[in-house]
């Protein structure tokens, strides 16, 4: 009777030991964890950024205009052929004053 409780606490023991030893890590493990496991998390972001990027961008490919923006880009480009204008006629005038005295 003693053989057997001995034997099942040095079993149990055992198990124990075990399953603690299994529970941490060592250094080796935590090496290859933090050499491995940092990179593939990074790239697993960046790939689900860019896939909400991609989601988010209503279905229009890169380079691509919303009609808002091809809008608004059309109103500035038009001011600024308007502002051009103007400067190149300002430069008239002041080179028609300097060529006057």
Known sequence: MMDQIIFLATHYF???????????????????????GIPIVAIL???????VKILKSDGRG?????AEEARTLQEMRRGLDRMERRVEALE??????NGRR
């Open 14 to 36: 055992q198990q124990f030991y075990y399953s603690w030893n299994y529970m941490f890590m060592g250094v080796g493990e935590l090496t290859i964890i933090l050499v491995f």
């Open 45 to 51: 972001g960046g790939v689900l950024i860019t896939i």
């Open 62 to 66: 890169p380079g691509q205009l919303s």
């Open 92 to 97: 008239t005038i002041l080179t028609d004053r």
